[in-house]
């Protein structure tokens, strides 16, 4: 089916599988345990629906002091451990083995502590990332990381990803919102990190901990900053007859001190993709569009767009539409986040992740473009123009094994071109199955050594979460033997 | 004492796998922050500043990359000719260390994780931190991130170096992203607050949609009275509008004066240089971090233990504060106090012979303390780096 090889099971692991199952349902009961083979197939994949296995079971914990004995007790058994919350990972992060024991999150969902007077709440790793925002909305606050997936997707896994969102540029990505941390460790030991307070003491454990893909502990419960919501906000839409007109007008923007809340950048298919899917009013006679967004009164937001605007038409707009209403702001949103779902009525696609410097956009595109015409396949762009996130949309037959086979291919060329112009492998998606074994693209073996090392310090069995993010081979030897 | 000054990374690396052999060393740039943390048992010196200069900066991308011993100020003013700046702030803290504050070193910096008053709105010099390169006590070297900033390939080892004191590796290269320049800046000033309602003044501003990027109260004393302070930055005519705004929606807390640009400016360069604090050439200095809610009980707290000069920034929730340089320089009651609310003390200014018997740094519970010493292990097994400079064994 794949590429991508996944080790093989252990067979002593396998044989003890009743075993295993009785160990879970003794701690979080039997109706909190999956062991039966149809219900386990609801975690074979996560939202990378190329891969998946069915493991061995699933616990369905409720509290910190069950996954601790849950850990405790799959380490004695040398058991393996995948973390996963709402299964919305793009990159196989949560994909189980068939050796392995899923813990899902799902069930430790609440608000533990809203603080307005210190700007946190303080929640269990299972909520979702809307819900966040949604509980502290009424007081005027907001969860800044949002990433498109926030309905669904939980903080569990925005930690263990350090998500972000349109709205990074300005407000950062997860790690930048996040102030305290409950994990559990491979053997049970449960650590508090940081707290309501600002910078943690000692090591930056937080900060090591944020994006390590549920490799080195798994996450229970998370202190925020939640921020005041703004007055307002309001986008502004541009076309362009070309990539390089649209990369010089970000460039230009930032240039003469303006800071929007998003900058979004689309390609020709992709425009004309979300317009027939979402009628946003988008044009459909331009090469690339950008929509801009910007926050405050409305008399600052009159101000900052008319700057915008005008930046836009030195750098050569051939189409400028304001949102004068809340519906006008509305649609043109709609448009950009109803994207993937956009695509996937026309064409099966692959959604790459790669992150470049902005100044080298114009280039990347027409290689881009280059190397999927070298496979016969089609694409589309969508991309963070902002910070420098592509999304590029690889097109193609997901029944035509040739074709599944060529868009992996086409997907790692396009990748590789990402860190050949100083850019990385992933800018929000994690490394997970799918770019395992691109890694070598961008570290050589002594970085990756010493991420490896951390992990061993972790969890010295490398029993969490395994066969992700590193290469096979090339491990240290306990990794190698998982 | 040997004082190695190598002027590229390939010799830094043969320095460090020589010293473990040779014995451990103690890591520099402009050797302006030598007295922040505990004092190291080195025989050798790793200086730094000859491994300077800007490799990278493209105002467009709003990235800039340096060599670990570049001045603070080379970068600053770099960036200020492209109408930019680094958003955590980073102090100089001339009153505390001595030596010359132009040579601060960014290496330094992104070592001790500093950040001046505007931490509350931008984070510290860890969230703008996005690639490193450094050499690890194997005499290894490693890059980490880059220079764009979305990045989760592989593990952020980029924070892991931001507050590890050199202990973990000797940063040769750091790369951060960067914001625009605000056109200008005011400042929301009122008088004669108490603690607690300063620090209600405070929560009220930063919750409110003005964006305040300072909040700072700063008790008066001989006579002077207390004032409480709220920075805005921005355009111009955001700037009347929005202090118009918020003063309106602190009504409750009196009227305040209003600093506008360079007099605003010249303000919170005071405060994020500890000028608050008077002279503290006599006396120790401590960094307390606490919830900012909890910032007026810590301080009575402090007071009853005999702290004699304390000013609060972060919107209550750090507290600068002075004592006399005796026994554990109050350590042992600024830790109680912190027990009750939560939160971290660092003694950041402290003759040799107390930072060396004290805690410097906040102790940490057993298991987090059980994984500080393996990941030393896992980037200096031998001790070469900084030892001892954080935690004993460290």
Redesign the interface.
């Given at each position: 089916m794949s590429s991508v090889a996944q080790p093989a099971p252990d067979p002593a692991i396998l044989e003890r599988r009743a075993e295993i199952v009785r160990g879970l349902a003794a701690i979080v009961g039997e109706r909190w345990t999956i062991a039966d083979e149809d219900e386990l197939r609801a975690y074979e994949t996560d939202a990378l629906t190329a891969y998946r296995q069915v493991p061995l079971a699933v616990a369905l914990p409720a509290t910190t002091d069950e996954v601790s004995r849950i850990l405790a007790f799959l380490n004695r058994a040398g058991v393996k451990v995948v973390g996963r919350g709402a299964g919305t990972s793009l990159a196989g992060g949560a994909l189980p083995l068939a050796d392995s024991v899923v813990v899902g999150l799902s069930r430790m969902n609440r608000v533990l502590a809203l603080d307005t007077a210190n700007r946190t709440i303080r929640v269990e790793a299972g909520i979702t990332n809307l819900a966040v925002s949604q509980a502290v909305d009424h007081l005027g606050f907001f969860y800044a990381p949002d990433p498109s997936s926030q309905l669904a997707c939980t903080i569990g896994g925005n930690v263990g990803m350090n998500s972000g969102g349109a709205h990074c540029l300005k407000y950062g990505v997860t790690t930048n919102n996040l102030l305290g941390l409950t994990v559990v460790l491979m053997d049970g030991t449960v650590i508090e990190l940081g707290g309501e307070h600002l910078d943690s003491p000692g090591y930056d454990i937080l900060g090591l901990m944020t994006g390590s893909e549920g490799q080195l502990g798994l996450v229970t419960e998370a202190t925020l900053r939640i921020l005041p919501k703004a007055e307002g906000a309001r986008p502004v839409l541009f076309g362009f007859n070309s990539s390089e007109d649209a990369g010089a007008c970000v460039a230009a923007t930032l240039a003469r001190g303006i800071l929007p809340v998003a900058i979004e950048f689309m390609d020709r298919p992709a425009i004309r993709i979300c317009e027939e899917f979402a009628h946003a009013g988008y044009p459909l006679d331009v090469e690339a569009m950008l929509i801009v967004e910007v926050e405050g009164s409305p008399e600052e937001i009159s101000d900052q767009l008319e700057r915008i605007v005008a930046v836009a038409r030195e750098t050569g707009a051939v189409h400028v539409r304001e949102a004068r209403t809340a519906a006008e702001a509305a649609a043109i949103w709609k448009g950009r986040k109803s994207a993937f779902g956009a695509m996937g009525r026309i064409s099966d696609y692959m959604c790459m992740d790669g992150t470049i410097p902005t100044g080298r956009l114009p280039e990347v595109l027409t290689r881009i473009a280059a190397i999927c015409a070298g496979y016969g396949l089609g694409v589309a762009n969508i991309f963070h123009a902002g910070d420098g996130n592509l999304h590029p949309l690889v097109l193609y037959d997901v029944n035509d094994p040739e074709q599944l086979a060529k868009a992996e291919a086409c997907g790692a060329d396009i990748l590789r071109l990402c860190v050949e112009v100083g850019g990385c492998l992933t800018g929000e998606h994690g490394v997970g199955i799918e770019k395992r074994d691109l890694m070598r693209a961008q570290f050589d073996q002594v970085d990756l050594d010493q991420q490896m090392a951390l992990k061993s310090v972790f969890d010295p069995a490398w029993l969490l979460n395994p066969a992700k993010v590193f290469p096979l081979d090339g491990r240290p030897a306990p990794a190698r033997a998982a | 004492m040997p004082d190695f000054r190598p002027d590229d990374e390939a010799s830094v690396a043969e320095t460090v796998r020589a010293a473990r052999i040779d014995g451990p060393l103690e890591i520099t740039g402009g050797a302006t922050k030598r007295g922040l943390g505990r004092p190291t048992q080195t025989a050798a010196t790793l200086s730094l500043d000859r491994l300077s200069g800007i490799t990278l900066y493209?105002?467009?991308?709003?990235?800039i990359s340096a060599k670990a011993g570049t001045p603070l100020a080379e970068l600053e003013s770099t960036l200020a000719a492209g109408?930019q700046r680094l958003a955590f702030d980073p102090p100089r803290l001339t009153a505390l260390w001595e030596g010359d504050p132009a040579r601060a070193s960014i290496g330094a910096v992104v070592a001790a994780?500093l950040?001046g008053p505007r931490?509350?709105h931008a984070?510290?010099a860890?969230?703008s931190l996005i690639g490193v390169r450094l050499v690890?006590g194997r005499g290894?070297?490693?890059?980490?991130g880059?220079?764009?900033?979305?990045?989760?390939?592989?593990?952020?080892?980029?924070?892991?170096m931001?507050?590890?004191f050199g202990t973990?590796g000797v940063l040769t290269e750091v790369t951060f992203k960067v914001?625009?320049?605000?056109?200008t800046e005011a400042t929301l000033i009122f008088s004669g607050l108490s603690e607690a309602d300063a620090v209600?003044c405070l929560?009220a501003g930063?919750?409110?949609?003005w964006?305040v990027t300072g909040a700072a109260h700063l008790p008066g004393w001989a006579g002077s009275p207390a004032e409480t302070l709220l920075r805005l930055e921005g355009?111009e005519?955001?700037m009347t509008?929005r202090a118009g705004?918020l003063a309106a929606h602190l009504v409750a807390h009196g009227v305040p004066d209003v600093l506008r640009g360079e007099a605003s400016a010249a303000r919170w360069r005071e405060v994020g240089e500890l000028a608050p604090l008077g002279d503290v050439s006599a006396l120790a200095v401590w960094k307390i971090?606490?919830?900012?809610?909890s910032g007026p009980s810590v301080a009575a707290a402090l007071r009853r233990a005999g702290v004699s000069r304390l000013f609060l920034d972060?919107g209550g929730?750090?507290i600068w504060a002075a004592c006399e340089p005796a026994g554990d320089a109050q350590a042992g009651p600024i830790r109680a106090a912190l027990a009750a609310h939560?939160?971290?003390a660092?003694l950041m200014k402290a003759p040799d012979e107390i930072r060396a018997a004290a805690e410097v740094?906040?102790p940490?519970?057993t298991?987090?303390?059980e994984?500080?010493r393996?990941?030393k292990?896992?980037?200096d097994p031998a001790r070469v780096l900084n030892p001892g400079r954080?935690?004993a064994g460290v």
């Open positions: - | 493209e105002p467009a991308e709003l990235v109408g994780n950040a931490r509350i984070g510290a860890r969230d690890n290894e070297i490693v890059k980490n880059g220079r764009v900033m979305k990045n989760v390939t592989g593990y952020d080892l980029v924070k892991l931001a507050g590890a973990l914001l625009p320049s605000p056109e209600a929560s930063l919750g409110s949609p964006e355009f005519a955001q509008y705004a971090s606490t919830r900012p809610a972060w929730g750090l939560g939160g971290h660092t740094f906040h940490l519970p298991p987090v303390m994984l500080t393996k990941i292990d896992a980037f954080m935690y």
